[in-house]
């Protein structure tokens, strides 16, 4: 089974940084790979699909790259509606799998 | 507007059987595989099981495997989860979620429905 691995596990940044996060897949997954924001007592809410590729609506400081094993996720100004968690998933015609999630706090 | 709205939660005993459902709207459901992904409280996502649009194909989580189980009216734009032998470790919120045509990523979620599993 693939195994999907997020870095770091917490990050404390401030409104207007650039936040990166990272998450690695135990084998080569392609570009099979979405991105997610959780806000607390919310549902996830879908940012980028196909490792790179922007959700409509979805604004333009979050992007995504990577391909294979390694992605990455990136706020490039950081906003205050920003601060939540972020997770990665593999996904294919069968299963998804999760990574264990980023947690984006206030510095 | 893609609405998936989850119901059927509630608080149950270890051993217990309990049926989700999940109505969709503002889309053709019978063309869209779907989902269900659980929450334990504090937790990360843990994906549940999918069923394709048409129900020809289904899979399961290994943690749930052989007693959960997925279905679909579409007649009725409605999503089950059958959970048998509910465990402790079940408690969790469940959503739904729509995948995506061709790739099946989740593009779209309900708001979620708290299974809490206690004696």
């Known amino acids: 089974d693939i195994q999907m691995t997020q870095s770091p596990s917490t990050l404390s940044a401030s409104v207007g940084d650039r936040v990166t996060i990272t998450c690695r897949a135990s084998q080569s997954i392609s570009s099979w790979l979405a991105w997610y924001q959780q806000k607390p007592g919310k549902a996830p809410k879908l940012l980028i699909y196909?490792?790179?590729n922007l959700e409509n609506g979805v604004p333009s400081r979050f992007s995504g790259s990577g391909s294979g094993t390694e992605f990455t996720l990136t706020i490039s100004s950081l906003q205050p509606d920003d601060f939540a968690t972020y997770y990665c998933q593999h996904y294919n015609s069968f299963s998804l799998t999760f990574g264990g999630g980023t947690q984006v706090e206030i510095k | 507007q893609v609405y998936l709205v989850e119901s059927g939660g509630a608080v149950v005993q270890p051993g217990t059987s309990l049926r989700l459902s999940c109505g969709a709207s503002?889309?053709?459901?019978?063309?869209?595989?779907m989902h269900w992904v659980r929450q334990a409280p504090g937790k990360g996502l843990e994906w549940v099981a999918f069923m394709w649009y048409d129900g020809s194909n289904k899979n399961y989580a290994d943690s749930v495997k052989g007693r959960f189980s997925i279905s679909r009216d579409n007649s009725k734009n409605t999503l089950y989860l059958q959970m048998n032998s509910l465990r402790v470790e079940d408690t969790a919120v469940y959503y739904c979620?729509?995948?995506?045509?061709?790739?099946?990523?989740?593009?779209?979620w309900g708001q979620g429905t708290l299974v809490t599993v206690s004696s």
């Open positions: 503002g889309f053709t459901f019978s063309s869209f595989g």
């Open positions: 196909k490792a790179s």
């Open positions: 979620s729509r995948g995506y045509t061709g790739s099946y990523y989740p593009d779209y």
